[in-house]
């Protein structure tokens, strides 16, 4: 493990996050939205969360721009990062295979929007949230950056702690009981810790 390697392995990060969400992205758009939260603080949320994810990885490659915070790369730390990235790709795919139909980008409710209570659900309430927390703290590893590589989880944690409660509210609004019975029998992001 080197740190040509450990980018190699973001990169396929960063792939499998395309490969995984792109078919439910375009399924999406066909279904039409009965509640929306697509307000100013979303789409910054999700702006910075682009920006942490993607733009600064690659700006730390291509260009001069943070390297006076950069420090020697640790093998132990690369592969720390790459079990932390095939966790998040494996509860990616799982998540958005549960969810299925009601899946979507920003905090919204759609027809035929049904509660999912399987799969993964069955043990925490955001795996997909969770999924972000584990592609963060890959990135944190797997570069050896003092800004670019724990960057992403500022804006995970700020992403999650801000929209989480906004989106059990939402699912409360929709859902009522049941989802109120769902919250009270499972976590949200670790089973029987948090
Ligand atoms: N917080 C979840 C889902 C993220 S996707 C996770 O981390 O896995 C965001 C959308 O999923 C929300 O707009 C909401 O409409 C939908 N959603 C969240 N939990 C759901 C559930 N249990 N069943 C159905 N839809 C859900």
Request: positive net charge.
């Given at each position: 493990m080197?740190?040509?390697?450990a980018?190699?392995i973001?990169?396929?990060?960063?792939?499998?996050?395309?490969?995984?969400?792109?078919?439910?992205?375009?399924?999406?758009?066909?279904?039409?939205?009965?509640?929306?939260?697509?307000?100013?603080?979303e789409?910054?949320?999700?702006?910075?969360?682009?920006?942490?994810?993607?733009?600064?990885?690659?700006?730390?490659w291509t260009?001069?721009l943070?390297?006076?915070a950069?420090?020697?790369?640790?093998?132990?730390?690369?592969?720390?990062?790459?079990l932390?990235?095939?966790?998040?790709?494996?509860?990616?795919?799982?998540?958005?295979?549960?969810?299925g139909?009601?899946?979507?980008?920003?905090?919204?409710?759609?027809?035929?929007?049904?509660?999912?209570?399987?799969?993964?659900?069955q043990?925490?309430?955001?795996?997909?949230?969770?999924?972000?927390?584990?592609?963060?703290?890959?990135?944190?590893?797997?570069?050896?950056?003092?800004i670019?590589g724990?960057?992403?989880?500022?804006?995970?944690?700020?992403?999650?702690?801000?929209?989480?409660?906004?989106?059990?509210?939402?699912?409360?609004?929709?859902?009522?009981?049941?989802?109120?019975?769902?919250?009270a029998?499972?976590?949200?992001?670790?089973?029987?810790?948090?």
């Amino acid at each position: 493990m080197n740190e040509t390697i450990a980018a190699l392995i973001w990169a396929l990060g960063l792939t499998a996050w395309f490969v995984v969400r792109y078919p439910y992205h375009r399924r999406k758009r066909r279904l039409k939205v009965v509640r929306n939260h697509w307000d100013l603080e979303e789409r910054s949320m999700l702006f910075f969360t682009v920006v942490t994810l993607v733009l600064l990885p690659i700006l730390h490659w291509t260009s001069p721009l943070f390297q006076a915070a950069d420090y020697p790369f640790h093998p132990a730390a690369g592969w720390l990062g790459t079990l932390a990235l095939l966790g998040f790709v494996w509860l990616f795919r799982r998540s958005h295979k549960d969810l299925g139909k009601n899946w979507s980008y920003t905090l919204e409710i759609r027809e035929e929007h049904s509660l999912v209570t399987a799969g993964i659900y069955q043990f925490i309430r955001h795996p997909m949230y969770a999924a972000f927390w584990l592609w963060a703290l890959a990135q944190a590893l797997l570069i050896p950056n003092l800004i670019v590589g724990p960057a992403s989880l500022v804006s995970v944690a700020l992403l999650y702690f801000r929209r989480s409660p906004r989106e059990e509210r939402m699912m409360l609004d929709t859902f009522g009981d049941q989802y109120r019975a769902y919250a009270a029998r499972t976590a949200r992001l670790i089973p029987g810790v948090f």
